[in-house]
């Protein structure tokens, strides 16, 4: 049997000291449950003492800690009972080195379209960017379109959009210690950082099938009117009271008409 109030499961994807998965345990881990990945091996992140402190201390509070997690490929890396997460973070998304603006929009890209596979259908995911890499008006000062990572456009691919903006902080992770400046053990600046918070997008309603009725010469025929004119009918505008520019159209060119042909209003 499932409890009546199961615990919310965060994802986090891409950390690089642990510090954000430990402060975040430290807050919400009684009421939550932390699953804590990085792109690397344990070995490897382990040569960080931060880092290894960090993973102790999720792993002694009952945390999830996984190694050689690929964002982009989420589906593989957890079985099907293992999804469902309720919130993923990916804070502050690079390629690593000097990697430029294109191959860190193609990153955001493939990472949600892999968050679509494994989130909750309520879930969010959480994007925490440096100031101006985001691209939205929230920005301040705001990058031309072109040169930001366009987060709002890579979400959409995805069938996500863009649910809310707050500045990036560490409330919920207090501790928390921002490193991995061009892929070393080094921090960089998040003043002016914003979190962009996604949800799925709902479904567009198909239009239903809208048949209409007229009198023609006595009969009473009905036919089918295309969806691309759905919208644009039956909007009232040559109503008795109407004083729709449309109606005083209609009424000069049924004036103008009349006098040449035989026309019943």
């Known amino acids: 049997m499932r ?7 965060l994802l986090l994807v891409g950390e690089g000291n642990f510090s954000f998965s430990a402060g975040l ?3 919400r881990g009684h009421e939550a449950q932390i699953i804590a990945t990085c792109y690397e091996s344990e070995d490897v992140i382990s040569r960080q ?5 960090n993973i102790q201390y999720l792993r002694n509070r009952g945390a999830e800690v996984h190694f050689c997690i690929d964002c982009t490929k989420l589906k593989e890396c957890f079985l099907p009972a293992e999804r469902d997460f309720d919130r993923i973070y990916f804070n502050f998304p690079h390629c690593g ?3 430029g603006v294109k191959k860190n929009k193609e990153l955001l890209a493939r990472f949600f379209c892999s968050c679509a596979e494994v989130l909750a259908e309520k879930g969010e995911v959480h994007v925490a960017l440096c100031r101006g890499q985001g691209g939205t008006p929230a920005d301040q000062p705001r990058r031309e379109w072109h040169n930001s990572w366009q987060v709002v456009a890579m979400a959409a691919e995805a069938g996500f959009i863009l649910n809310d903006v707050r500045p990036f902080s560490t409330r919920d992770a207090c501790g928390y210690r921002c490193t991995g400046y061009r892929s070393q053990d080094k921090s960089f600046c998040v003043e002016g950082a914003l979190n ?3 949800t799925r997008s709902l479904p567009l309603p198909l239009p239903r099938p809208l048949i209409c009725q007229t009198e023609l010469e006595g009969k009473w025929i009905s036919f089918l009117v295309p969806e691309i004119f759905q919208d644009k009918i039956s909007r009232g505008f040559l109503e008795t009271h109407s004083e729709h520019p449309v109606k005083t159209v209609n009424e000069k060119l049924l004036e103008g008409l009349g006098k040449s042909f035989p026309i019943q209003k």
């Open 196 to 198: 962009h918070i996604f």
């Open 25 to 27: 345990c430290e807050a």
């Open 97 to 99: 080195r000097k990697a």
């Open 49 to 53: 003492q931060l880092a290894k402190s």
């Open 3 to 9: 409890p009546l109030h199961p615990q919310k499961r």
